[in-house]
């Protein structure tokens, strides 16, 4: 793939964007090769846990704005308007997506992480950042609403929505100790180390049972729009009640007992 590099060790998938000369800059191509990957992983039994990153000084700059993702690429025979709402859209779906697919996602964050990269970064299910890691959400500053690719719904929901507001009005800039204390940072390390500290971290969560992961990141997202408890309760019953007939639950339980390590085998 030309904008992204895909890595595979046992159970983890490392997608890294590979533009870092624009500080990994989304274009359509981009996005597109994004969905290829994360449409795959909606079928892949075998991975359990992903990893995004960039690669070289930052994370992920937004929407590239003279490369393609503005109005300029996209199919032929559309409008300027057209593109421009085809390249969006297909940015948002990118962050769907990554709720979507049945594998915890860690993001490894450092450098700029602004625009869509926020969106992107906010829609996996864990972060770890080093210290050069810093938000920027300037739709304000730029003429554009702070609404994209997700982000009006992502953040409100982590940070609380008058936060949320604030950020959004002010066109904020949040270095690391700022993002961390909205409770947005799983896990700091030092600079340079953000790649390694998520890999440590998606190293751990290989070793838990990979079915209560992927039910546990379903329960997660239904919670999120759920009309009231009862309602997950009944969503929780059935996913509780069909462990009991895992393989993994009698490993888990009886590793628990003889107080070992599980070897769980997803079955």
């Known amino acids: 793939m030309a904008d992204l590099r895909i890595d595979r060790l046992d159970g983890v998938l490392t ?27 909606m079928r892949d039994s075998s991975t359990h846990v992903v990893v995004l990153t960039g690669e ?55 450098g700029p992480v602004a625009g869509m990269g926020v969106s992107w970064a906010l829609a996996c299910d864990l972060r770890v950042a080093d210290p050069t890691t810093r938000f920027v959400v ?32 002010r066109a904020q800039r949040l270095d690391l100790e700022q993002v961390r204390e909205l409770g947005l940072i799983t896990e700091v390390t030092e600079q340079g180390k953000d790649l390694e500290g998520a890999l440590a971290l998606a190293g751990e969560l290989l070793a838990k049972s990979p079915y209560g992961l992927r039910r546990t990141k379903e329960l997660l997202n239904v919670s999120l729009d759920a009309p009231g408890l009862r309602q997950q309760l009944a969503m929780e019953t059935g996913v509780q009640t069909m462990a009991f007939f895992t393989e993994d639950l009698v490993e888990g339980m009886a590793a628990t007992m003889e107080k070992r390590p599980p070897e769980f085998r997803n079955r």
């Open 56 to 110: 070289g000084r930052g994370f992920c700059s937004g929407m590239d704005l003279q490369g393609g993702a503005a109005g300029d690429g996209g199919a032929e025979g559309q409008g300027r308007i057209q593109r421009i709402y085809q390249g969006i859209a297909r940015g948002g779906e990118v962050t769907a997506r990554l709720r979507e697919i049945p594998q915890p996602v860690i993001a490894a964050l450092h």
């Open 15 to 41: 997608i890294t964007l590979t533009r870092p000369e624009r500080l990994n800059a989304v274009t359509d191509a981009l996005t597109e090769e994004m969905l290829d990957v994360l449409n795959e992983l």
């Open 138 to 169: 300037p739709f304000t500053n730029l003429g554009l609403s702070a609404g994209d690719c997700g982000l009006s719904w992502l953040l409100p929901r982590l940070v609380g929505p008058a936060k949320a507001a604030e950020i959004f009005y």
